[in-house]
Structures are given as C-alpha cells and as structure tokens.
C-alpha cells in the first residue's frame, strides 16, 4: 500500500536550530526526530517510508506522514496525539505532564499474530510495521546500534581471546541499518571481519559513511585478503557481494574456521528481509513481486541451509551466536531440529549488563550541531572517569563515527547513570551551554522493555522467557512518569509473534518541569530492568536494586 508518492526533501527537511515550529519543545522534538528518522542519511529506503531492519517504518503513508507533521504542530502543551501503526488518529485532553505523543505499533491480537495476517492487512493500508526505533522516532542510523554491538564483540573477546579481537577473523553477513555496524564495531575490538551482503548500494553506503574499510566482489580473494589481514594482526573490515550461504559454503570448502560467526540478514522477515541464495538477486526481485509465497518458501529454504553451515561451522570450532534476528527459529520452522544449538547473544553477552540496568541509552542535539554532541560528550566523560570501557567508546565514537542527520550520542549506562545524565543534560540546556533542547531516549532492545523469547528474554533463569507483561508495564509506567512519547510495539528485532517491546524519549528542555520528569523517567525506566531481572532471580541484579534504593516486592523477606 505504499502510496506512488516519493520522499520529498525540501518538504521532509528537518529542522534545526534554536526556533520553534511547533507549540512547544516536546512537540518540536517529535517533529524534528520523526523526520530525522527520514532522512536519506539516517532511513535506509525513505521513499517507502522504510527507517531500517526489514520494512520497519516511521509512518503509515505520505498521507499519514502530513497528517502527523499537521498534528505535531497543532498539538497544545496540555494535550495528547494518538498514533495507530503509523497514522494518527486523534488528539485528546490530557495534561502538561504526560506524553504529548502516544504511539501503538503493529499490535496485533496473538492468534492472529503472524506474517501472513499483518501482510492482509498492511494491503488493506490498516498497518505499519514498526520495527523498534524506525516506528518510535528515535532511529539514529547505525551508530545507534554501533556501541551495543561493540560491547557484544568486546564482551565475546573478554570471554574467548583474552580481551581483544586482535587476530581473529570474524565472520557475518547483512550490511543493513543495523548490520552496518558490524564491520566497524569489530575493528573498534582490533579484529578482521569479513561480511557477506547481497546489494552492493548497501556495502557502498557503508564505506561512504566510514563504517567499512573494503568492498570486494570475488569470494576468493575476500578469503584471502581476510585470513593475510588475520595473520599480520591488521585491523580491516570487508564486505563481500555475495549470499551469506554462498560465503560459508566456500569457508567450509576451503576448511576456513572463522573465529567467531554469527549474521545479520534481516531473516526476522523472510518476505523482505532475506534473499534466497538459489536464485539470482534480479531473479529474487521479480520473484518477491509476483509471487510472494514461492519466494517466502526459498527463503526459508536458504535459512535453514545458511543455518545448517552455522552450526558445521560452529562444530568445527567457530565461536558461533545468534545476532538477534530469528533465524534460529526460521531454520527449526523449517524442521532443522537443532537450530537452537548455538546461543543468542544475549544470554551469551549481555544479560549481565541488562541486570545493572544497563541499555543503549542515547540522545540528539536539537540544535543540529555537532558542537551540541561535543559538550555532552565532554559531560559524560567527566562524570564517569571510573567507567574504562566507556571512556574507550567515547573515545573511539568521537574518532570514528560520523553522524547521520541530526548529531547524536549514544552509550550504554544503567541505573542511577542514565537519570545523572539527563539532568547535566538539561542543566546544559538551562545554562546555554548548548544551543538547543537535547532529545533523550533509547532502543525498545534495553533492560525492562521487551519480552522476546529467542533474543532479550531467551533463557531467562526462571523460564519466564515470554512473559510480556513487563513491556507493557514499562509503557505504563514511563506514560505515568511523563515520557515526551511512550510507544508500545509489536514483532520488532524477530518479527510478527515473537516479541512485545516498549519504548519512551523525553526532552530536556533546561527547564523545571523537564527536571522532575526527567529524574522520575530516567530512574523508573531502567529500574523495570533491575525489578524484572531480580523477579527472574539474577543476584546482580537484586545488588543492582540494593545499591539505589530500588523498592522491590517480589518477595516477603
Ligand atoms: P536491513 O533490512 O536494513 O538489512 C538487512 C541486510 O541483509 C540487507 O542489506 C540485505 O541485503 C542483507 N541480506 C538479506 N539476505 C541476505 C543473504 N542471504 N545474504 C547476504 N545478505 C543478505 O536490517 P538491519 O536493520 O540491518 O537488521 C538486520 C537484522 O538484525 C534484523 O533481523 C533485525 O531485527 C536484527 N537486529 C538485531 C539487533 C541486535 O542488536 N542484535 C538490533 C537490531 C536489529
């Protein structure tokens, strides 16, 4: 249903600098992000509306696009707009202190819950798919996932070579929005990666923006370029034209053992996400287009092949994880029994980090200055001297990132960290230390906002793995608290059926009003993580509630 509209942009400029279009910051920042998500920049296809991750958008249709932008401006400070999958849908009478904008994403009632059901009646124009950021305006292009994948890699070095990836050859494939940050956040660990993607513009777009070093086209000599990289230590990124399955296949017929492997195709859609390996990719095209159900069915086939090599390849003593895109299940949907035998990475990496509280907390300069960045840069690095790894990721963003649209910023923190750094933020804003108000938020994958069972909730320690009543307490409480937007999503990361998940942004304005929110949002949000993780029975997590003064009920002690 995508209208024959294209993405206009002049029209679709967002704005920056110190002056209002709209009624008030909160709304302003609204506006500004929902269009910096579109930017050609930040949006991987923004003529269909598509942000990133598959078909993950940021509004319904240009029609609802104008409509939202009409909205934004409209909207009082004493009130809310509502929006449904992408479109808005009204506005209503609340008060100063809660969301201006509240955002339900792709929810769909269970047993309806499946691919086939949302493609109906996405045809029908009745549906978004949201992803998680591209749906809830906070998609900062790829640095946003550059730094959770870094602490993956480096949490993967700490365990299996000794604190560094110096040496290692590490394997993937999909250089997409979020797989784009890949290859840079395995150099950033000093090790080689060499990564399989089909559409050359997207290897192109990544060398453009710095976040890849080599495009190679022969599969040959990208092996060998990466295992002489390997040898002498050296530092490189390459990405390789070719199918995932294609690559592995050839490792495994050249007895190439990756030391660590793992894939970021978008396989939590395999009608959009993931090209078959059997057919050409003009053939795959006009394959998708004409019939949809023949390609789903080789997509599925490949997935399940792509994951059969993983675990050969894995067998043979490749340090193998899921990188959080379903295609574990797709391959066992498949009947690959044990397609579950390697771990996602979550309960592989970064679980520990969740029980701290800790999640991509992340945040824009309104301004649009990269200057903006740089203060708060300097903010957070003084305020944590302690912290080394995120010294080091200061340091190495500030290098090596360049930013896509409107400038931003984002780092892991936990509980106690991220209500700290919202207030100096808003101090900044106050004093004019920064030239515009600083937009706050975070990936809906964080601590206490998601239950999705084959990524952050797999293998939770009391089974509770799809219990999704925790995103939705998370959307409620950040609703009551006084979030500037609060969204609630459905499918995002793994696809229709597989995860519930929450997200919030709140604006630090410099004044008063912002303060008192800010404190309660960023001290609750995190601390849905800490109660969720403790509930589940995680002692770091419950040290994590001790140390501040997070009341927990789960148990009379
Ligand atoms: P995207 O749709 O923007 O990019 C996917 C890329 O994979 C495309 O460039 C596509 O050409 C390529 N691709 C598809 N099939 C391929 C194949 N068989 N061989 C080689 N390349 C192929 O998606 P994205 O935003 O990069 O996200 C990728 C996946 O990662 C999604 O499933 C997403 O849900 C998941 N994800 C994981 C995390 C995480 O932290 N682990 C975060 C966000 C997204």
Redesign the pocket.
């Known amino acids: 249903h995508t209208a024959t509209r294209k993405y206009d942009p002049v029209k679709y400029k967002t704005p920056t600098g110190d002056q209002l279009h709209c009624k008030g910051w909160i709304q302003e920042a609204a506006l500004r992000m929902l269009l910096n998500n579109l930017d050609p920049q930040v949006a ?1 296809r923004p003529d269909d509306l598509i942000v ?5 958008k940021a509004a319904r249709n240009f029609e609802a696009l104008d409509l939202i932008i009409k909205g934004l401006k409209d909207l009082e400070n004493d009130e809310t707009l509502l929006i449904q999958s992408g479109k808005p849908v009204g506005i209503l009478k609340t008060h100063p202190d809660t969301p201006r904008i509240l955002i339900s994403n792709s929810q769909l009632v269970p047993r309806w819950a499946t691919w086939e059901h949302f493609d109906e009646l996405e045809k029908k124009g009745l549906m978004m798919y949201g ?2 950021t591209a749906g809830s305006w906070i998609y900062i292009g790829s640095q946003g ?1 550059v730094q ?2 870094y602490e ?1 890699y480096a949490a993967a070095a700490h365990k299996h070579f000794g604190g560094t990836l110096k040496g290692t050859l590490n394997v993937t ?8 940050a890949q290859p840079l956040a395995i150099t950033m660990n000093e090790g080689v990666a060499l990564i ?4 050359k513009w ?1 290897i192109e777009k990544r060398l453009e923006t710095k976040y890849l070093d080599l495009l190679m086209e022969d599969i040959d000599e990208a092996i060998d370029r990466a295992l002489a990289a390997k040898q002498k230590g050296e530092v490189l990124s390459i990405g390789v034209c ?4 294609t ?1 592995l296949e050839r490792l495994i017929e050249r007895k190439v053992i990756p030391d660590t492997l793992t894939d ?6 395999p009608l ?6 059997t057919i050409s990719y003009e053939q795959a095209k006009v394959l998708r287009e004409q019939n949809p159900k023949q390609y789903t069915d080789l997509a599925y086939d ?2 399940c092949r ?1 994951v059969e090599l993983m675990l050969q390849l894995q067998q043979l003593g490749a340090i193998t994880f899921d ?4 295609i574990r299940a797709r391959a066992q949907e498949r009947g690959l029994q044990n397609a579950f035998d390697f771990p996602g ?1 979550v309960p592989a990496y970064i679980r520990p980090l969740f029980c701290e509280g800790k999640g991509p907390f992340r945040w824009a300069a309104l301004s649009g200055d990269p200057a903006d960045i740089a203060v708060t840069d300097q903010v957070i690095s003084e305020m944590f001297p302690g912290n080394k790894s995120l010294q080091r990721w200061l340091k190495l963003a500030k290098e090596k990132i360049a930013f896509q649209g409107l400038p931003a910023r984002i780092c892991w923190l936990g509980q106690g960290e991220r209500e700290k750094a919202g207030l100096a933020f808003n101090e900044l804003v106050r004093t004019g230390k920064v030239k515009a108000p600083i937009v706050i938020g975070r ?1 809906h ?1 964080d601590t206490g906002s998601v239950a999705s069972p084959n ?1 952050e909730t797999e293998a939770m320690m009391d089974g509770s793995d799809a219990v999704a009543d925790w995103p939705l307490l998370n959307a409620l409480v950040n609703t009551a608290g006084g979030a500037s937007w609060v969204s609630l999503h459905h499918g ?4 229709m059926g597989y995860s519930i998940h929450a997200g919030m942004v709140i604006v630090a304005d410099g004044t008063e009003a912002a303060a008192a929110r800010l404190s309660r949002v960023l001290r609750n949000d995190p601390g849905m993580g800490v109660i969720r993780h403790a509930d589940a029975g995680y002692d770091t997590a419950k040290e994590t509630a001790a140390e501040h003064g997070l009341d927990i009920r789960t148990r009379l002690n």
């Open positions: 991987e990133y991750g598959g078909r993950g992803q998680m996932i959770g994948t993956t494939a999909g250089l997409g929005g979020m797989g784009g399989a993607e089909v559409e997207r070719c199918n995932a399955v690559l970021q195709t978008s396989a939590h859609d959009i996400g993931y090209w078959p390996h490949s997935m792509h990188y959080g895109n379903n990475f990936d994958l990524r995002g990361g793994v696809g």
